[in-house]
């Protein structure tokens, strides 16, 4: 079973339910007239981005050079308008020592293409209403 | 979209060339065994293909900080010693220099920001408490480095000192997201200071990705 991690509410009032948080699927979700972005967090709340100009969401995850595998680490949603962008970031592992914990939610505010981690740009914008 | 397959490598060579074989590597370029292989740091009495049952350690200096000279990879099916032969600086008595392609990332797929090179004391991700990585004080990790994905880093090049995730202690490799299979490259050297106490240690280099 696939436990969607995240659904898109078009003006059209259609909706898109993302992938799993290993495969979240967001290059398939069509790149024009979102009204909405919900992102399901752990213990069943939602967190709901609207009225933005772009969306985004994708997740943050460590590979170590040592050892097989890959830790997810954060999950991301991020809102752009007036070229500025508001970036959710929700903490899965306490990668952050006494810093951040599991289930924090980490709210910031970026110019538009500095949202990334070091501060760098992002791929993957889709278009609001 | 799944996230993409990482795969690190360094040049086991002494010529500064990119990876020609992506994720397999090429005469130059050896893929590391994440279950086997470590990276380590040791001093000039060791040598290229000795044995990995000894080893010559570097001795904390007198005075100032020095970076130790040689760095191996403890290459754990051939049971010996392999000199990474341009890494580090040429910098506070170091065995490197302006060189570019010594260590690589094989990344296959695509990412939503540029990957971020990062240091935690274990697989636990947790902390950056060893003195090695600076003793819970970022700036002060002894661990540097540099993204050479653009450009050589020049002769005596001095990197970020690496600890946690924190964006003045770790290391976009690029500016820009992945959009295709790419190979991201750096060289990174070890600086101890005097006042440093002796350590036998093994913190983790990690790269943090994104994808969607």
Known sequence: MINHIYKVTFKTGEEFLGGSISSPNWADCLNSGIMSLEVFLPYGDILKLTNYEKYNFYIGAIKPITGKDLYISHVYTLGSRDDYV????????????????????????????????????TNGWKSGI | ???????????????????????SGDSNWKVFDPLNDKIAFLGNGTNDQDSNESKDVFSIPDSGSKEVPRQFVNDYSEG?????WLAGSDADDGGGGNYRYVFGVYVDGTTSSAPILQAWDSTSLESYDLEVLGGGTPAN????????????????????????????????????????????YWNQRLVIPSTANAFAVEPVLCLYITYS
């Open chain 1, 86 to 121: 508001n970036s959710y970031r929700i903490t899965l592992i306490s990668t952050n020592t006494g810093r951040h914990k599991v289930g924090d939610i980490t709210v910031r505010m970026f110019p538009f293409g500095k949202e990334g981690m070091g501060r760098n740009p």
């Open chain 2, 141 to 184: 990790s002894m661990l540097e480095v540099i993204s050479t994905k653009d450009s050589a880093p020049g002769v005596e090049w001095t990197g970020t000192p690496m600890a946690g995730d924190g964006g003045l202690n770790s290391v976009a490799l690029g500016s820009s997201a992945i959009t295709s299979p790419t190979m991201l």
């Open chain 2, 1 to 23: 979209m799944a996230a993409p397959s990482i795969t690190f490598l360094w040049n086991s060579s002494q010529n500064d060339i990119a990876n020609g074989g992506s994720d």
């Open chain 2, 80 to 84: 010996k010693w392999d000199r990474i």
